[in-house]
Protein backbone atom coordinates (compact mmCIF):
# COMPACT_ATOMS: atom_id res chain seq x y z
CA UNK A 1 0.00 0.00 0.00
CA UNK A 2 1.47 3.50 -1.01
CA UNK A 3 2.13 5.37 2.33
CA UNK A 4 2.52 8.95 1.73
CA UNK A 5 4.84 9.10 4.74
CA UNK A 6 7.99 7.15 3.19
CA UNK A 7 10.97 9.15 3.43
CA UNK A 8 13.34 9.34 0.64
CA UNK A 9 16.21 6.15 0.68
CA UNK A 10 19.02 5.91 -0.93
CA UNK A 11 18.53 3.07 -3.92
CA UNK A 12 21.09 0.63 -4.81
CA UNK A 13 21.56 0.27 -8.27
CA UNK A 14 22.08 -3.12 -9.38
CA UNK A 15 25.25 -3.96 -11.46
CA UNK A 16 24.73 -5.65 -14.70
CA UNK A 17 25.53 -9.31 -13.82
CA UNK A 18 22.57 -8.82 -11.19
CA UNK A 19 19.61 -10.38 -13.91
CA UNK A 20 16.75 -8.81 -11.55
CA UNK A 21 15.19 -5.85 -13.45
CA UNK A 22 15.70 -2.55 -12.66
CA UNK A 23 12.69 -1.53 -14.54
CA UNK A 24 9.15 -2.75 -14.77
CA UNK A 25 6.56 -2.15 -17.35
CA UNK A 26 3.09 -2.00 -16.45
CA UNK A 27 1.01 -1.62 -19.61
CA UNK A 28 1.96 2.26 -20.24
CA UNK A 29 3.86 2.90 -17.04
CA UNK A 30 7.35 1.94 -16.63
CA UNK A 31 8.27 1.75 -13.06
CA UNK A 32 11.33 1.94 -11.38
CA UNK A 33 12.56 -1.08 -9.21
CA UNK A 34 14.39 0.28 -6.33
CA UNK A 35 16.51 -2.36 -4.08
CA UNK A 36 16.54 -0.72 -1.02
CA UNK A 37 18.94 -1.25 1.83
CA UNK A 38 17.19 -2.46 5.09
CA UNK A 39 14.28 -1.67 3.66
CA UNK A 40 12.17 -4.67 5.45
CA UNK A 41 13.67 -3.66 9.13
CA UNK A 42 12.54 0.36 8.53
CA UNK A 43 8.98 -0.54 7.05
CA UNK A 44 7.93 -4.04 8.53
CA UNK A 45 7.12 -5.34 5.10
CA UNK A 46 9.32 -6.86 1.79
CA UNK A 47 8.36 -3.68 -0.65
CA UNK A 48 5.60 -1.45 -1.59
CA UNK A 49 4.53 0.01 -4.96
CA UNK A 50 3.99 3.67 -4.92
CA UNK A 51 2.17 4.11 -8.34
CA UNK A 52 2.21 8.31 -7.48
CA UNK A 53 5.78 7.96 -8.21
CA UNK A 54 6.17 5.00 -10.24
CA UNK A 55 8.09 3.20 -8.21
CA UNK A 56 8.42 -0.44 -6.45
CA UNK A 57 11.12 -0.66 -3.77
CA UNK A 58 11.79 -3.93 -2.43
CA UNK A 59 14.24 -5.12 0.42
CA UNK A 60 17.48 -6.17 -1.70
CA UNK A 61 18.71 -9.12 0.99
CA UNK A 62 16.39 -11.75 0.28
CA UNK A 63 16.77 -14.65 -1.83
CA UNK A 64 15.83 -14.17 -5.90
CA UNK A 65 12.68 -16.41 -5.77
CA UNK A 66 11.39 -14.26 -3.05
CA UNK A 67 12.72 -11.35 -4.49
CA UNK A 68 10.24 -11.91 -7.99
CA UNK A 69 7.33 -12.83 -6.03
CA UNK A 70 7.22 -9.68 -3.65
CA UNK A 71 7.77 -7.86 -7.15
CA UNK A 72 4.67 -9.31 -8.82
CA UNK A 73 2.79 -8.70 -5.85
CA UNK A 74 3.69 -4.88 -5.72
CA UNK A 75 3.14 -5.28 -9.51
CA UNK A 76 -0.12 -6.21 -9.11
CA UNK A 77 -0.95 -3.49 -6.27
CA UNK A 78 0.48 -1.01 -9.06
CA UNK A 79 -1.62 -2.62 -12.02
CA UNK A 80 -4.82 -2.40 -9.52
CA UNK A 81 -4.41 1.31 -8.53
CA UNK A 82 -4.28 2.18 -12.63
CA UNK A 83 -6.76 -0.37 -14.28
CA UNK A 84 -8.71 -1.38 -10.85
CA UNK A 85 -8.78 -5.06 -11.34
CA UNK A 86 -11.70 -5.61 -8.65
CA UNK A 87 -9.69 -7.29 -6.45
CA UNK A 88 -11.91 -7.49 -3.43
CA UNK A 89 -11.48 -4.29 -0.69
CA UNK A 90 -11.73 -6.34 2.65
CA UNK A 91 -9.50 -8.96 1.55
CA UNK A 92 -7.11 -7.65 -1.20
CA UNK A 93 -3.83 -8.30 0.56
CA UNK A 94 -4.50 -12.19 0.68
CA UNK A 95 -6.18 -11.99 -3.01
CA UNK A 96 -2.65 -10.10 -4.34
CA UNK A 97 -0.51 -12.72 -2.74
CA UNK A 98 -2.50 -15.38 -4.28
CA UNK A 99 -2.01 -13.89 -7.51
CA UNK A 100 1.28 -13.43 -7.03
CA UNK A 101 1.94 -16.83 -5.87
CA UNK A 102 0.12 -18.20 -8.80
CA UNK A 103 1.79 -15.52 -11.11
CA UNK A 104 5.06 -16.59 -10.04
CA UNK A 105 4.69 -20.48 -9.99
CA UNK A 106 3.78 -20.15 -13.87
CA UNK A 107 6.74 -17.64 -14.41
CA UNK A 108 9.17 -19.96 -12.15
CA UNK A 109 8.12 -23.59 -13.87
CA UNK A 110 8.22 -22.61 -17.51
CA UNK A 111 11.17 -20.48 -17.07
CA UNK A 112 10.69 -17.41 -17.92
CA UNK A 113 12.19 -16.21 -14.49
CA UNK A 114 16.24 -14.62 -15.02
CA UNK A 115 18.23 -15.86 -12.18
CA UNK A 116 15.63 -17.98 -10.27
ZN1 LIG B 1 0.48 -6.03 -0.51
Redesign the pocket.
Known sequence: ?PNKNLMKVPSQKLSRENAFPVSLKIGPFTYEIRQSTNFAARHSMWGQARPAELVIEIEPDIDIGQKYQVLL??AI?AADEHFHLGLPDEDK?NA??RLATILYGILKENNLLKGA
Do not use: I, L, P, Y
Open positions: MHEHEVD
